[in-house]
Each structure stands twice: as structure tokens, then as C-alpha cells.
């Protein structure tokens, strides 16, 4: 049996312990309860046997009394001036307090910026917590040996994330933890933390046995992420040309029993867009008694965006301006200096614009109770450690083996890559994902940076076999090896002045490798920096069945600017599986918890997320701004696509119905409430 007293304590008095952006403080006390249990699902003690049978008799026989104590499920009551304190270390303006932090991007004069405004529209808003929705869930299989050596299997977005983790958690030495990532069947963000392999690797190591652990559904809906609820506030203010002068958000999101709410998305992607002289942007981080939040793609943005994105389409109502010239008019540019610090370089904003406006979909006839919405959205994206190697097999062909798993078809663009700068077919190119033991250290799968970072150090790594081919043709042919160049997959002299010497293909000079210096091959490790922001513009038609509350979405298009589309498909798909649960956050998605303070639909049956019968095609339209910083032109992609949706889709709801919803999701019931009380203009 494994309970707190096994898990490494990082006590709260010594301040911070920093993994990445997870505080191990929290992490030990989230995967075992510690000194209170802070949500229904916070694990208090986990038991091995040979059977699942016998593992769950053996639970019963664990007494534990408990004493059930005042709650705060949703933001309010946290706030309530008598609300039970989650942590009682914690004070925010010198009193105990739920709130664990506040962040802030300024920018001007905001005080100034609404005195020079002639229209100002202040709205709030709230979003319901919604789960990443993976189909697989958490699982891991670990074995103990009896030297103490570890390895681990497990589904994750980053095994060296499992690995340093585990080590943190546990106290066995990273060098004696081996992890290996297995083909994971969906994260969104919701895998960039652990639950299971510290539990399961204590208890491998006390029965001396492997130990294999699989959460339910129900598991994965009452513990493990989801994203943040959220209360928000903005205030927008503008001449009456449209031009926007002021800017201010007030972002309330629920981080769960332990601090870490996605504060800095909704802080510094909501205005990041627009080219607004005085700015404030401040985001709190609340807790309540829910599972810990988990990153959730693109996490904080959507829920800022929603807010600004449906200000900005009243702003445009108000000043009877089209919503996208709005936006034109203040978009961001090379040159704008953004609320959260950078001033953007190149960027692909305004083009996204433009495409969306000129669209067909944009000037197609709409019916009866339909409407149209537009929004647009901004991720940061990230770089960061990534490893690689490159390996020329013996007869010819090549293994590329990075460090990050695949969750959006990075193994795919790094084959096209490599393909292209060897000159090959692209089939010739295997991809795989190496373990802690197999690959230098990698940064996990997560914030749109794996193709960006992984295609930097394979292009390094390339480079230098090229560099090696061009060297091994250059010592068989007697020459120079600047007299050799590498073209179409072979060697070829420059010139004719260097000599006449036939091609040296990629599978010769691999034949002829044991003779001329041994195996061919090359290893890159790189901090990789220059990930460039991703902006996004998405149209979405819906249809309203007044009569059952039902809000349909008939018609969609994502306009994004990818940076360089390396694998086209895979692009379309990252954007189309973005707007999916862009659609459900909108529309259905929602954590409902009864009167004991208990998750109420833990499960695909009662959780409703969107399926195939309910969505249309998802139409996509790829602008391409080469980011400058990269060999590729590559930005991430992943992120981006969800952040625009909700507001999309709110904002369509109102062009169809003519009122305004403030909360998500806008489920049947809710819009039917709405409808059934003509004289209410909003639903608060």
C-alpha cells in the first residue's frame, strides 16, 4: 500500500520548487492527499494486487475517517469574504485568501485611455470548466528491478517530464529511471503532469513486482485536469471611427485545490491581436475544491478571447461597422508592441484578416434563425530543449529519432524535412521517438513547439551528415570536399574543374561506409529559441432550432497563419480538431457537480462532447508568413486553432437570434430560457 507518507514531502515553508511550471509543492500533495483531502477523487491511498478484483477488496479494508469540512466549489463562493480557505498560509492583500496570485500585462495610461474613448462597452462573462477530452486514459506500467533500476511505460506528452518527476516524487535518482513513451491516444495538455506513475513505481518497488495501473473514466473526469471555469470582465473603449484606444480585462480562473491556473494565456493573448495604445490585462488565480487544472491546448486563451472577441463584435454593432474591418483597422502589425512585452516582428495577423473577409464563406446567404460570427485568437508559441539524431541505416535509407512524443504529426513533417534536405523520397525517412535512455534531453509535447524545435536541431543534424557524405565522396574521389556538393540525394562535384566523377548516391556511400570512416551519423542538442506568436481568424455559421433550444453549427472556416504548412494535412487536421472542441466548449461541454459537492457527469455519456453526427466539415484556409527564425519558416499550429472558437460561435448565436449570451455553454436548455423570455436581452 502506498499513502502521503511514502511521497517525498516538499514542505510549503521552503518556498518554491519549480519543475518546469509545476510546483513540486503542489504536485506531491495532488497525487496523494497529504493533509487534507481537497476534492471528491483526491487519491488518499493506492493498493497492488494480482487481480483488479482483489486491488478493490483490499481498498474497502482501508478505514478512513474523515471529517467533511465547508467547501467552495465555484469562483464566488472562493471569493465570499467568509469562504472556507483552502490553504490557510496563503494571503492575498494581507488576508487568508483563495486567491493565490495575480498577474498583469500594462500597457499607457489606462485611466487616460478611457477618457479619450466616445464609446465604451464593458461586458462580463463566465465559462464552465471543460475536460481535454483524451480517449485514452491515464495509464503507465512499471517495473522495479532489484537493483533498484526503473522503468517506465506510460502515456504522456514528455517522458523526461515522467522521469524527472517520478524521481522528485519518489526519490529514486533520475540515472536509475528509464521512461518510455508510449503511442498516446490524445493529451491536449492534459498529459504534461503525472498522477500514476509515482504511485505505481512505489508500489513496484515495496511488492517487487511490475506494476500496471489504468484509471476509469470516471477517474479521469473526478481527478485528473480539466481546464479552468472562469469569471471574466473586459472593457473596451473607442473613437467613434472605430479606432481603440483603451483596453481592460479582469480574468478570474479556477486553478483547482492547488494554485496554477493558465492565468498568463488569458493575460497576454486576449489583447494581443490589436494595436491598442493603453492596455491593462490582469488575470487572478483562484482556488477551489476541485481536481488541480491542467493545461488545456492553447490554456487561458480561449477564455480570454471569448470575452474580448464578443466585446469587440457589440463594439462593432454599436459603431455599424463590418466586425472584420474592426478588426483591420486596430490589428497588429510588424511594429506593435504587445501588452505582454514583445514588439511583433513579421506577422501574418492582417492576412488572416483579409483571406477570412475575401472568403466566399464570408458573403454566402444565410436562412431563418441563422447567424454568422466572427473572432480571432493569438497563442504565444515556445521553443526550447530539443535533441535529435540522424542515422544513415546501411543500405541507404535514414532514422531520425527525437525526443518528443507525436501528438499532431510531428513525425511525419520531420520525414518531409529530412527528406528534402537529403534529397530523398520521403518513404526512405523512418521517424521514431526515443526514450530518457535513447535521446538527449527533450522538453515535452506541449505549447505548438514540437515541430518548431524538433525540425531546427534534425536540420543541424542533417547538415552535419551531409557535411559527412560530402567529406567520405571528397576522400574516394581524391578531391577536396569544398569541391563536392550534395544534390538530389548524391554527391556531385561543383564544377567540372573539380573532375568528372559520377554521382555518389546515399545508398553508395552508405555501402562503402565500413572502408571510409565507419557509420554515418550525427546528434544535435539545442535550447531553441525564435518561435514566433501564431494568429488565427475564424467564420462560423450556426442555425438555432427555436423550438428544442439547439444550436447547430452548419458551416466553419479557420483562417490561420501557419508559418510554412510542412505537412499540409496534418496542418488542417490540427486546425479542424482544434475548432471540434472549440464548438463543445461552446456548446455543451460543461462539469456539472450536485448538491455534495461532487463531479455529476463523469463520463463521455453525460460529459457531452461533439461527435462527427454533430459538427460539419471544417473547413480550413492556410496563410503562410515563413517565420524568419527558422530554417523552415515554421510556427506551431496546434494552440491556436481552439482560442477563437467560443467567441465565434457566441457571436454567431447573436447575429442569428439578436441577444447576446454571456455564459457558456449555450446548452439547449439555456438558449431555450432565453428564448422563453423575450424581454431579457442577455443570458447572465
Known amino acids: 500500500m502506498v499513502t502521503a507518507r511514502d511521497i517525498v514531502d516538499f514542505t510549503i515553508e521552503k518556498g518554491a520548487v519549480m519543475l518546469g511550471i509545476q510546483d513540486m509543492r503542489w504536485m506531491c500533495r495532488n497525487v496523494m492527499a497529504r493533509d487534507k483531502a481537497l476534492f471528491p477523487g483526491h487519491p488518499v491511498a493506492a493498493v497492488a494486487a494480482t487481480t483488479e478484483a482483489i486491488a478493490a477488496e483490499a481498498c474497502k479494508l482501508i478505514e478512513v475517517d474523515y471529517e467533511v469540512l465547508p467547501w467552495a466549489i465555484e469562483i464566488d463562493d472562493a471569493l465570499k469574504a467568509d469562504a472556507p480557505i483552502l490553504h490557510e498560509f496563503n494571503k492575498f492583500d494581507g488576508k487568508p485568501s483563495n486567491i493565490m496570485g495575480r498577474l498583469e500585462s500594462r500597457k ?22 471543460v475536460h481535454q477530452g483524451y480517449i485514452e486514459p491515464h495509464a503507465c506500467l512499471i517495473s522495479v528491478a532489484a537493483d533498484g533500476k526503473t522503468t517506465i511505460w506510460s502515456s504522456s506528452q514528455g517522458q523526461f517530464m515522467v522521469r524527472a518527476m517520478t524521481s522528485m516524487l519518489t526519490g529514486i535518482p533520475q540515472s536509475d529511471i528509464r521512461a518510455i513513451p508510449a503511442e498516446i491516444g490524445g493529451g491536449f495538455g492534459g498529459k504534461t503532469i503525472v498522477y500514476l506513475e509515482p504511485l505505481a513505481t512505489l508500489l513496484a518497488k515495496k511488492s517487487g513486482r511490475p506494476v500496471k495501473m489504468v484509471m476509469t473514466r470516471e477517474e479521469v473526469m473526478r481527478a485528473t485536469g480539466p481546464t479552468s471555469g472562469s469569471k471574466s470582465t473586459v472593457k473596451i473603449g473607442a473613437k467613434k471611427d472605430g479606432t481603440i484606444v483603451a483596453a481592460h480585462g479582469s480574468f478570474y480562473l479556477q486553478a483547482g485545490a492547488f494554485p496554477g491556473s493558465p492565468i498568463r494565456g488569458a493575460v497576454g493573448c486576449s489583447f494581443a491581436p490589436y494595436d491598442i495604445p493603453h492596455v491593462l490585462s490582469e488575470g487572478f488565480d483562484v482556488c477551489s475544491n476541485r481536481s488541480k487544472v491542467a493545461a488545456y491546448r492553447a490554456p487561458g486563451a480561449p477564455i480570454g478571447a471569448y470575452a474580448v472577441e464578443c466585446v469587440l463584435d457589440e463594439l462593432a454593432e454599436s459603431l455599424k461597422m463590418d466586425p472584420l474591418a474592426l478588426r483591420l483597422k486596430n490589428a497588429a502589425k510588424e511594429g506593435t508592441k504587445a501588452a505582454h512585452g514583445p514588439v511583433f516582428p513579421r506577422i501574418g495577423y492582417i492576412e488572416t484578416l483579409e483571406a477570412a473577409k475575401n472568403h466566399p464563406h464570408y458573403a454566402a446567404p444565410l436562412g431563418k434563425y441563422q447567424g454568422r460570427g466572427v473572432a480571432s485568437g493569438f497563442w504565444f508559441n515556445a521553443g526550447g530543449e530539443s535533441s535529435a539524431q540522424v542515422n544513415i541505416t546501411e543500405d541507404g ?36 521517438i526515443g526514450d530518457t535512455q535513447t535521446v538527449g534531453f527533450s522538453n515535452l509535447t506541449g505549447g505548438s513547439r514540437v515541430l518548431f524545435a524538433s525540425s531546427m536541431v534534425v536540420t543541424q543534424a542533417a547538415d552535419k551528415v551531409i557535411a559527412t557524405l560530402r567529406e567520405r565522396a571528397a576522400k574516394i574521389w581524391e578531391i577536396d570536399p569544398e569541391a563536392v556538393k550534395w544534390e538530389n540525394g548524391a554527391a556531385h562535384p561543383v564544377s567540372p574543374n573539380a573532375g568528372q566523377f559520377e554521382p555518389l548516391t546515399l545508398a553508395d556511400l552508405a555501402e562503402k561506409a565500413p572502408s571510409q570512416g565507419g557509420p554515418i551519423g550525427a546528434s544535435v542538442q539545442l535550447n531553441t529559441q525564435g518561435a514566433e506568436g501564431g494568429f488565427g481568424t475564424h467564420i462560423c455559421d450556426v442555425e438555432v432550432d427555436v423550438d428544442l433550444g439547439i444550436v447547430r453549427v452548419i458551416r466553419y472556416t479557420a483562417v490561420q497563419d501557419v508559418g510554412r504548412a510542412i505537412h499540409p494535412s496534418y496542418v488542417e487536421g490540427q486546425l479542424q480538431g482544434g475548432v471540434a472542441q472549440g464548438i463543445g466548449w461552446a456548446l455543451n461541454e460543461e462539469y456539472i457537480y450536485n448538491k455534495d459537492g461532487k463531479v455529476d457527469n463523469p463520463g463521455f455519456l453525460d460529459y457531452r462532447m461533439p461527435v462527427c453526427s454533430d459538427l460539419p466539415m471544417l473547413d480550413c484556409a492556410l496563410v503562410e508568413v515563413p517565420n524568419p527564425k527558422h530554417p523552415q519558416g515554421v510556427k506551431g499550429v496546434g494552440e491556436v486553432p481552439l482560442v477563437p472558437v467560443m467567441a465565434a460561435v457566441a457571436n454567431a448565436v447573436h447575429n442569428a437570434l439578436g441577444k447576446r449570451f454571456y455564459s457558456l455553454p449555450m446548452s439547449p436548455p439555456k438558449v431555450s430560457e432565453v428564448l422563453d423570455a423575450p424581454t431579457q436581452q442577455a443570458a447572465e
Open 108 to 129: 499607457g495610461d489606462i485611466a487616460q485611455g478611457f477618457k479619450d474613448a466616445e464609446i465604451v462597452i464593458e461586458r462580463s462573462f463566465t465559462t464552465r470548466p
Open 397 to 432: 535509407n535514414v532514422v531520425v529519432t527525437t525526443g518528443h512524443p507525436d501528438i499532431g504529426g510531428s513525425r511525419a513533417g520531420i520525414a518531409n524535412i529530412c527528406a528534402e534536405l537529403l534529397g530523398i523520397d520521403y518513404k526512405r525517412v523512418s521517424v521514431i
